[in-house]
């Protein structure tokens, strides 16, 4: 886990698998990744209707741009989850898939049903901040 960046938890507010909120040094940089779409090296949408399979999809390309801008998931301070459906089994599908692929790191996060995403058959995409020390 980077540890400069600090999880905040509510002693207060119920239990939850994921910090309420996330703490940056002032002297780093923030990365803003445009949302991370489940896309194969075709650009395509594979794993038509299989929420957690595109989340996966989703976590492994946010994992490759996150490596060429040299950080990490662990790096990651706020996401943002979307999952094109009304379903709220759906939505919980495509959580419990990236929760799996972060671990330990608990990122605060937003989950939310949308009616429709970008792409033919997208299901899942993840906007996301992560935070890294400023380069000299």
């Keep these: 886990m980077n540890q400069n960046i600090t999880f905040i938890r509510s ?7 994921y910090a309420y909120a996330s703490r940056i040094p002032s002297d780093w940089d923030l990365l803003f990744l445009a949302g991370a779409c489940p ?3 075709e650009g395509k949408v594979p794993y038509v ?6 989340a996966k999809l989703c976590v ?11 950080a990490s998931l662990e ?10 459906s009304h379903h709220q089994a759906d939505l919980v599908t ?3 898939a990236i929760r799996e692929e972060f671990g330990d ?12 995403l970008g792409y033919t058959n997208q299901l899942v995409e993840i906007e996301a901040v992560a935070a890294v020390e400023k380069r000299m």
């Design 94 to 96: 495509a959580w419990e």
């Design 11 to 17: 002693n207060q507010l119920a239990e939850v698998d």
């Design 60 to 70: 492994e390309n946010m994992k490759a741009v996150l490596n060429e801008s040299g």
């Design 49 to 54: 209707n299989d929420y957690a399979r595109q």
């Design 105 to 116: 790191h608990d990122v605060p996060s937003t989950l939310s049903g949308v009616t429709v």
């Design 75 to 84: 790096d990651v301070a706020y996401t943002r989850v979307l999952v094109a």
């Design 39 to 41: 896309l194969n090296e």
